[in-house]
């Protein structure tokens, strides 16, 4: 049986992208007053879901709002936000 909680079922997937959703409304109206907004996201705790918010929210952005966005990862040791965009990464902390 699945559950609600779960994220990786389809309900839960679905829940996540409408949640996705909804923050990307609030932040989109939050920046069109005005130019040259930043958003940071941030927590010190491990697996909140920052990144797949960061690269969800990317995504919205530039796709949906049609902003120029920049998204950048400053997780110096295990920088993951390439992954969400399937591409290698080709840098490293030195």
């Not at 690269?55 to 966005?69: H, P, Y």
């Amino acid at each position: 049986m699945t559950s609600i909680k779960d994220p990786h079922s389809s309900i839960g997937q679905f829940i996540q992208l409408a949640e996705l959703k909804r923050i990307a409304a609030y932040v989109e109206n939050a920046m069109t007053n005005g130019t040259n907004k930043r958003l940071v996201i941030t927590s010190p705790n491990k697996g909140e879901g920052k990144t797949m918010l960061a690269a969800g929210l990317a995504v919205q952005a530039a796709g949906t709002f049609s902003f120029k966005v920049l998204a950048v990862d400053l997780h110096w040791r295990a920088p993951s936000l390439h992954t969400y965009f399937q591409k290698e990464q080709n840098f490293d902390d030195s």
